[in-house]
C-alpha cells in the first residue's frame, strides 16, 4: 500500500510508524505540517525561525513516537511538543524569564465549561475574531485561545497539550474572549459575547 | 518549500540520521520516575512521623494542654527546619508530578491537598508503629549507624523549663521522673499547690513546666497525660529504673 494513499486515523498511522514502517510518518507530516506551521506563526515572526521550530517539532515526533499511545489523540500529543519548543524558543528569543508557575493553575475554577452544540455558531465566529487581534494577548491568553478557536481542540485535549488544569483553560479562555471584548471596543468594534 | 519539511525528514530518517528512541527507554523512565515519586512520597511521610515523634519525645505534643502559654512555647519550639524541609519535598513531589496527566489535569491545589493528606495519614499510621522509639532506643546505645546522629539530636530535643516523663518514684516532697532520654529528676510538688498530686501513681506519664534547679524541678504547671508508652525506653525494660 502507498503510505500518501492511507485513510487511517493519526493514531493508527502511528502505531505503524512504532512497528519500524517509517515512511507512514510521511502522512503524519503531511497532515499536520500547515497547522504546526500556523500555530507556529502565532508566536514566532521570523519565517525561517518558523520553518526551523517546525521541522523540529517533527523531528521530536519521530524520535519520540514510541511514547506516544496509540489508545489517544495523536494530535494533542503533537502540539504538546510544538508547545513545548515554542516555549523554549521565545525563552532563548526574548532572553527572559517565562514562569514555570502560574497562580491560574493553582486554585480550582467554575467558571467555563467547554462549548456545546448550540454555541458552535458563536465558535466560528470566534474563529475570525482570534484571528485579527490574538497577537494582542499575552501569550498565556494568547496560546488556548489559538487552540481551541483556531486548532479546535477540546479544554481536555489544550490542558494536555499546555500540561494545565482543564478548568484553567476554561478561565483563561473566559478571560481571553473579556480581553479581546475590550481591544474590540476600544477599536471602534463590537460583537456579541 | 513546504513539502521539503517532510522530503528532508523522510530522508534523514532512511539514511538513519533520525533515529527513533525504543519503548524500553519510555518505559524505563517513566518506571524510574515513578519509583522516585514513591520513594520521595515514603520519605515525606518519613520526616513527617518523625517530627511527630520528636514533638512527642520533647513534650511539645502537650503543651496545648496548658493554654495559650503552652501554645506560645510550643511556637517557639517547634522543629521548624523538619516542616520546611518537608513542605520543599512536598513541592518537589508536585513538580515532578506535574508529568503525568491525571495530576495536571487537576488544579494543584487539590492535588498538593491530596498530597498533604496522604502524608499526614501515612505519617500517623508509622507513627503508630514502635519504628522511630526502636531506632531512637538504638540510636541513644549507639547501635545505629549512619541515622543515628540524627536521632540523637532531633529525637528528643529539650525546651527550656518543660519536662516529660513516667514517674519512677513516689516520694514526700513529690516524685521522681524518667524521661525519654533516660533522665531522672526529682520534681518538687506538694499536694496544697497541686491537689492531683494523690492521684499519681508510679509508671504515670506527666508533662511538667517549671524551672530546673540541681537535678530538681519546681513544678508550675503539670499534668497527667496519655502517652505512647513505646517513647520510653525504660518502660521497654520493663521496669523503671531509679
Redesign the interface.
Known sequence: MDPKDSQQEDEQIAGLVQSGKSEFFGILINRYQDKITRYARKFLSDADQTKDIVQEVFIKAYVNIQSFDTKRKFSPWLYRIAHNEFVNTLRKNQNRFLPIFNLDTFFPHYASKDIGISEQLERKEMKELVEVCVNKLEVKYKEPIILYYIEELSYKEIADVMAIPVSTVGIRIKRAKDMMQEIFKQEGFQYGK | M?NN??K???E???SGD??????A??VGRLVLLGLFLVSLFLFIIYLASFTIFSLRTSGAWFLPEFGFAGLRILLGSFPWVLVLLSAVLIFLLEFFA?HF?FV???????SLCGVIVAVLIGSFLVGATPLHAMLFASAQDSRLPVLGDFYNRYGAPPIKNLYHGLVSELDEDGFKIKTPTEKTFSVLANQKDFPSLKNIKEGDAMIIMGELQEHQIRARIMKKIKEDRRIFKSHKKGSLMK
Open positions: 513546504e519539511i517532510e528532508q525528514l523522510i534523514k530518517i532512511k533520525i533515529k527513533m528512541k525504543s519503548r527507554y519510555f506535574e496527566a495536571y489535569r487537576r488544579p494543584m491545589m487539590v
